[in-house]
């Protein structure tokens, strides 16, 4: 399918019953993905539930890579094109990472078709707005600094700076499929844009305009203060509800006892939409 300013975008819909839509986050790679140890449980238990949607952004796995606009957006923009080719009316929203925000942007613009919102590991502001002290910011700028020097050398050193924070607590094959992972699914440059645009996320001023059920899930130990953001969402986000997981992963390997709490919360948020539960 087409975005509106002429990008291509890749969807997937996978499983059967009532639709699901998780909102694109940065490294996924749709024919890949189900091959990876990274992500194919939660294809596997979220199409066993339901009718998935799911997409790679711009700039990312089976999407345009070459692409001129890379934005917020962009991003909103390019959900509700995807949600529009599936054909659907009302549905649950999935957001992971940046992909909370991203659906928390679409939700208050389109209240009328999410049901549910759930997030997992989002965030309300991005490094470099959530930076407070000069050594704050000055660590926010060297993250985006260290992809753009580091991301493309074949020595995966630089690339493992990522792994370790999405995935602390991961297997070695967890670990060498994280890597594969980075560098299938984006260039060099394309990652240093994305990691540029993420760390100037704000959407501090959208999240209290929402209106919709929100399930907001986050590992208590990880990395990058996420907790705290996620606490922040709650208390930005009407009626909302915080479920913190003993966890230190962003991802939520399978073998993390916090992927089988997050799959209760879930099925129990959801209740009766889901086809399972």
């Given at each position: 399918m087409t975005a509106g300013d002429g990008t291509r975008l890749a969807y997937a819909i996978s499983g059967?019953?009532?639709p699901l839509v998780k909102a694109a986050n940065w490294l996924s790679h749709l024919a890949y993905d189900r091959e990876s140890p990274v992500w194919r449980h939660w294809l596997a238990e979220l199409s066993r539930r339901f009718r998935l949607?799911?997409?790679?952004?711009?700039?990312?796995?089976?999407?345009d890579w070459d692409i001129g606009r890379f934005s917020f957006e962009d991003w909103?923009?390019?959900?509700?094109?995807?949600?529009?080719?599936?054909?659907l009316d009302r549905f649950p929203l999935l957001g992971l990472s940046q992909g909370g925000p991203v659906a928390i942007a679409y939700a208050v613009r389109h209240p009328e078709r999410v049901t549910h919102l759930v997030l997992l590991g989002a965030y309300a502001q991005g490094r470099r707005t959530s930076a407070r002290t000069p050594d704050e910011r000055a660590l926010a700028e060297a993250h985006v600094e260290i992809v753009?020097?580091?991301w493309g050398r074949p020595d995966p050193a630089y690339r493992q700076i990522f792994a370790a924070r999405f995935l602390p607590d991961a297997t070695q094959e967890q670990w060498r499929s994280f890597d594969e992972l980075q560098q299938r699914t984006t260039s060099p440059d394309n990652a240093w844009r994305f990691v540029d645009a993420f760390a100037s996320i704000d959407i501090t001023d959208l999240a209290p305009r929402l209106t919709v059920p929100t399930l907001i899930m986050c590992s208590r130990r990880e990395p990058g203060n996420r907790f705290e953001q996620s606490r922040l969402l709650a208390a930005l986000i009407p009626d909302s509800r915080l479920v913190p997981l003993d966890s230190s992963n962003h991802l939520l390997p399978e073998h993390d006892p916090a992927w089988p709490r997050f799959l209760a919360e879930l099925d129990r948020f959801l209740g009766g939409l889901s086809a399972i539960s």
């Open positions: 059967a019953g009532l949607v799911g997409y790679d952004e711009r700039g990312c796995g089976l999407s909103v923009d390019d959900l509700e094109a995807v949600v529009d080719a599936a054909g753009r020097r580091g």
